[in-house]
């Protein structure tokens, strides 16, 4: 399966998770490649059938700056996403009231722009240092995530673009 891996990040944590998802994916026999949202100019999203979206949370629970930028232009040029279908993991830190909230309001862009985003978000604690349990949590995900992308008729799967399951 191809698949589009997106990450939005300030620090580099978003980019590192991003790249290791790919690794994952390609052992796993996808096609897989990354794109950063503030470098690289020549996203087509429409024509992405598979996005795999990474950001983390910074301020007080909003999108990082990247992401912001990121969904700004796609809103400004009237995006339709409506052939994609979405999976979405965020950074953040438990500390934090708003933990990873990044990652849901990611979910409503994408959803405002007609993606259909699949259940569930993978939400990534920096606080938490097992990096064996992070590992296996990226994995377990990412299988959830291909058998959904495969399954997308499953209403049981896909929220649709109001929210509801
Ligand atoms: C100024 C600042 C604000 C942050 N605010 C939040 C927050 O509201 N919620 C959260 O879960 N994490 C928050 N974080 C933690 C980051 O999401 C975390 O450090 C993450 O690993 C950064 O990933 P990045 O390097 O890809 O940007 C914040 C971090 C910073 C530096």
Redesign the pocket.
């Given at each position: 399966m191809k698949i589009l891996i997106l990450y939005a990040?300030?620090?580099?944590?978003?980019?590192s998770i991003a790249l290791h998802a790919k690794d994952m994916l390609i052992d796993s026999g996808h096609q897989a490649r990354l794109m950063d949202v503030s470098r690289d100019n020549e996203l087509n999203l429409c024509g992405e059938d598979h996005i795999i979206f990474g950001c983390?949370?910074?301020?007080?629970?909003?999108l990082?700056a990247e992401a912001e930028a990121f969904f700004d232009k796609l809103r400004a040029e009237n995006a339709d996403l409506d052939k994609v279908r979405a999976a979405i993991f965020g950074?953040?830190?438990?500390v934090?009231?708003?933990?990873?909230?990044?990652a849901e309001l990611a979910k409503d862009e994408f959803e405002f722009l007609n993606a259909r985003v699949i259940s569930p978000i993978l939400k990534i604690d920096?606080m938490d240092f097992d990096q064996v349990k992070r590992t296996r949590d990226l994995s377990a995900w990412l299988d959830e995530v291909c058998r959904a992308f495969c399954m997308e008729a499953d209403p049981d799967v896909w929220h649709s673009p109001t929210g509801a399951m």
């Open positions: 990040s300030h620090s580099g944590n978003t980019e983390s949370t910074h301020g007080d629970g909003e990082n950074l953040g830190e438990s934090y009231p708003d933990f990873c909230r990044a920096m």
